[in-house]
């Protein structure tokens, strides 16, 4: 099932006025209004300071405009030129929300497609956005996901520490991540630097 191709199919009354003026401020500033010759750091700390501003936006549509910046700092190995990129939800609810703030968009010429998570669309995607409550047990997922090159992003508590890539947590009220780089590496992903460097970085040994 691919939502961005029927995203006519959700009306705006799915989610609340505000979420999507905040979204929409969020893309405009680091996809729209950003020139292309600005480094990758500022426009990523575009998007942190965003971040930084509690109770303007729904979590999960906040999370999604993180996410798609995310795509321009990963290399995935098995991702041929101008391939779409494949981005998982496990709620239903979670997906609805992700097509609304990525829209028809695009990241470095790969289209962008959105599918409900499973254990076998999890094999040939480069994303999945899993949070408890969604689909079955979060440790089973990210069992699912293991043996493939793929993004496992999530804000559930602990997330990172049970083997996850990303994981958001909240900071005095201020929306974060912190990557686990031997996930990563397990993955058999390349995170750019310009991201890390403002992850709080976890390494298993040290969780």
Sequence with gaps: MDILNR???FDMQYLPRC???WAAILISVFLLLAPRHVQAADKVSTIMVAGELPGQADDVALQAAFVLNFLQYVTWPN??????VTILCASSTDLETFARVLGARS???HALRLSPYSPEAAKTAQVAFLREG????LRQMLAECASYPILTV???AGFAQM?????????SGKLRFEINVDAVSR???????QLLKLARILHEKEG
């Excluded at 969604?134 to 047990?137: A, K, V």
Aim: charged content about 20%; overall charge positive.
């Design 7 to 9: 995203s006519a199919a």
């Design 19 to 21: 979420q999507w003026a």
């Design 79 to 84: 991702l041929q030129p101008e391939a779409p």
């Design 107 to 109: 990241v470095g010429g």
């Design 134 to 137: 969604g689909r079955g047990e």
């Design 154 to 156: 999530s804000d559930a």
């Design 163 to 171: 083997g996850g890539i990303v994981n958001f947590y909240r900071k």
């Design 187 to 193: 993955a058999g992903l390349r995170i750019s630097s």
